[in-house]
């Protein structure tokens, strides 16, 4: 079944802040293999000259999700979760996501296409911390396999 | 907050040379469990097969975050990333055994900006599928 377009354009924000800490990075860069000391060690952090642990480039993805899953997750959207794999992904920084973070999340429906049998649905969503600094854009495209057939 | 590679001492064309990354069924428990991605086609076989996929298959985010330990590891600073994308062109499919599946990663530096900052352009390969493509990275160097 073809995407709902009228949802192009609606923007869904975070109900409560996210606070980034030191213990969800370091499980966050195990879980990715990764054994940097500056996502893992506060001192080696500080000595690279951040405030503190520094969030892998990929960690965004553990919060922005739950902004878009409510619009994914709603009806009349008419998207079928089985079908869907991730298309393309796209991380733009400001500055260095850190422990200490409290960050909202404002994720607009960007843009919704047919290719083939699928369905593309791009999500754009703006991460700034509670106080108004932008801190990072995401740009997620999900794909629905013959969603469009 | 810096890079320890040099701008000036980084040439367009200059290669990353290539670094094998392995991902077995536990790997995608933990990460499904770090990230909050519990889709059933990351770890269990039934479910993915019954969806029309071969067998469980690795978490997109998973493949581009080896991407990222690539470019952070080369740059020295995870800080120096300033932006990082990419398309997911083919599945790593990872099967039920203690190898699982190899991600082959290389990359080569594309262009030189301004303000001290590289494109690094990656190939993330795993058997003969080219699993990641438009994968980039834009570094500030130092």
Not at chain 1, 7 to 13: M, S
Not at chain 2, 10 to 32: F, H, K, M, N, S
Request: proline share 5%; aromatic share 8%.
């Amino acid at each position: 079944m073809p995407l709902n377009r009228d949802f192009v354009g609606r923007t869904y924000e975070s109900s409560a802040p996210y606070e980034v800490s030191r213990v969800k990075i370091s499980e966050f860069a195990t879980a990715i293999g990764d054994s940097n000391p500056i996502y893992h060690d506060r001192q080696a952090a500080m000595a690279a000259g951040h405030p503190d642990v520094v969030a892998p480039p990929t960690f965004p993805i553990v919060f922005s999700l739950f902004g878009t899953g409510e619009a994914l997750a709603d009806p009349d959207l008419g998207l079928n979760f089985a079908m869907v794999v991730h298309g393309e992904q796209r991380f733009e920084y400001e500055r260095p996501i850190h422990a200490g973070d409290e960050l909202v999340c404002a994720s607009t429906v960007a843009e919704i296409r047919s290719v083939g049998r699928n369905e593309f649905l791009t999500l754009r969503s703006d991460v700034s911390t509670t106080s108004g600094e932008l801190v990072c854009r995401t740009y997620n495209i999900i794909v629905e396999r013959g969603g469009a057939a | 907050m810096a890079a320890t590679v040099k701008y000036d001492e980084v040439e367009t064309g200059q290669e990353i040379p290539a670094v094998e990354y392995q991902v077995r069924r536990v790997d995608l428990v933990r990460y499904a469990g770090a990230s909050g991605d519990f889709n059933p086609i990351h770890w269990n076989e039934r479910y993915a097969k019954a969806v029309g996929l071969p067998d469980v298959i690795a978490h997109g985010m998973y493949t581009m975050a080896q991407g990222g330990r690539f470019v952070t590891d080369w740059a020295g600073d995870p800080g120096a990333v300033v932006e990082y994308g990419v398309r997911f062109s083919s599945m790593v499919v990872v099967p039920d055994d203690d190898n699982g599946a190899t991600i082959t990663i290389s990359g080569v530096v594309e262009d030189k900006r301004e303000d001290k900052r590289v494109v690094v352009a990656l190939t993330a390969r795993s058997g003969d599928a080219r699993v990641l493509s438009k994968a980039r990275a834009v570094v500030q160097l130092s």
